[in-house]
Structures are given as structure tokens and as C-alpha cells.
């Protein structure tokens, strides 16, 4: 269920406690708590209502400011049954303290667990360490890119810092992420030298074209044209070039 930040703001404040929305089917249930800017929403109540059926209080209790504004508000997909909404703030999200929380050492013990459960319940292999260790190396980079870096999907990325930020581990920002206070402390064990990604490697998906993707190395590596009238001595020292491969180049006669 879609809210606007400024309806958000006012939830929290108390002064909306009300939402109309226009749905095929209940798209939310009584109990539902949401996650938002601004903490949990509880869902309180979900009835279909009629347009005839909307009072002055409604559009008040709503953020309106008339009746008439509402009705406007709800006139479009007029196919579509009409949904009445009680909502209520319900407190801060609890994955606000979670990233606040500086863990001890039981509990770092605890957190490299449960990264180990999510390692070894993946299909692609281990990824939270990668995954850990991508966001601390380059906060506030947008998703693609840093999905990129991995040469993983961005869509699986995306979920998969979702389940790190349950565990209050990572943080959203305007433009990508963070980690919170409850990674630093074990940061080095959880993000470059934990259990799950000793040898390990996430499984990469398939370019389009079903080539393997190249490494980062390789997407930055000299073009052909570029070392074909080198000597041996100058292909070595470009970038992307390995000694095995410095070694069977031919100098130019």
C-alpha cells in the first residue's frame, strides 16, 4: 500500500487516520503492519465502502479538506470497488534500533550465524560477505552499479540487501546504502574473512548473449589494437594483462 510522505508525516502526528483507495481486492488486511519513512502502520480496519457513503469526517480524518475533495479524490478508476482504510502509527521500526545497536561479542558470534544460514540456503552460492563488503567499500552508490561490481542481477541484489536490512545490518539511503553501527563491529569478520566465503563465489548469471560475463579486469582491459605493435616489455606493464598473457605475446619484428 503506496503512501505519500506527506501523508505519512501526518499519520505519525495523529491527524490522519484515514485512507481511501480504489482496488479490485483488499491489497492489504486488518493487523498489517507497514514499514515506512516514519515507522509502523498498522492497517486497524479494511471495509469497501460507496461513494454516497463518505462523510465530512472521513475527508477530515483523511487529510481533506472537504467532502468534495475527497469524492474528487476517489473519482477515478470509478470501476474499481472502493476501500476505507483505518490506520494508526505504531511505533519506530524495530530495525532502527537493530542498526543502532553496537552488538557484543556473543552477538557478533550470533550475526555471522545467521549470514552463514542465509549463505547456505542461497541457490547461487554464498553472497552476504560480497554482498557486506560491496556497500562498505562504496556507500551511497546507486544499486545497479553496485550490482554491477558483483556482475550479479540487479533485482537479486536488491533482495538480497533487503534480507541484510532485517537484519539491521545495512541502511537505505536517498542513493544506496550503508552500513549501520551493528555491522561495524564485526565488519572485518563478517565482511571480508567470514566462514561463508572462504573459496566461495556467488554464481553469476549469463550475459544475454550466453558468453560468461567478463571479471572487472577484463571489462577494463587494453583492446587488441592496442598491444599488437607493443613489445613484450609494454604489454606486461598495461592494465588487464597477466604475465601469462604478456608471455605469449609475440613482439613486433
Not at 157 to 164: E, G, S
Amino acid at each position: 500500500m503506496m503512501i505519500r510522505p506527506v501523508e505519512l508525516e501526518a499519520i505519525r502526528r495523529g491527524e490522519v487516520d484515514l485512507a481511501f483507495r480504489r482496488w479490485d481486492r483488499p491489497r492489504v488486511l486488518p493487523g498489517t503492519r507497514l514499514r515506512t519513512a516514519v515507522g509502523l502502520v498498522e492497517v486497524v480496519t479494511v471495509d469497501q465502502v460507496t461513494v454516497s457513503s463518505l462523510r465530512a469526517s472521513d475527508a477530515r480524518r483523511s487529510g481533506h479538506g472537504s467532502l468534495a475533495s475527497l469524492r474528487e479524490a476517489v473519482a477515478a478508476r470509478a470501476d474499481r470497488p472502493l476501500f476505507r482504510v483505518e490506520l494508526r502509527h505504531a511505533g519506530a521500526d524495530p530495525r532502527d534500533a537493530l542498526r543502532e545497536q553496537v552488538p557484543d561479542a556473543d552477538e557478533v558470534v550470533e550475526i555471522l550465524a545467521g549470514l552463514d544460514r542465509l549463505d547456505a540456503a542461497s541457490r547461487v552460492g554464498p553472497w552476504t560477505r560480497e554482498t557486506l563488503r560491496i556497500i562498505d567499500e562504496f556507500p551511497e552508490r546507486r544499486a545497479p552499479e553496485l550490482a554491477a561490481e558483483l556482475e550479479r542481477p540487479t533485482a537479486e541484489f536488491k533482495r538480497d540487501v533487503r534480507k541484510l536490512k532485517e537484519r539491521g545490518l545495512t541502511e537505505s539511503l536517498a542513493i544506496g546504502y550503508r552500513l549501520s553501527h551493528a555491522a561495524r563491529p564485526c565488519s572485518t569478520t563478517a565482511v571480508r574473512h567470514g566462514p561463508g566465503d572462504r573459496g566461495a563465489k556467488v554464481r553469476r548469471s549469463p550475459a544475454p548473449s550466453g558468453r560468461p560475463r567478463p571479471g572487472p579486469a577484463g571489462r577494463r582491459a587494453a583492446p587488441l589494437q592496442t598491444v599488437a605493435a607493443r613489445s613484450r616489455a609494454e604489454v606486461a606493464a598495461l592494465h588487464g594483462v597477466r604475465p601469462p598473457g604478456a608471455g605469449t605475446a609475440r613482439e613486433p619484428p
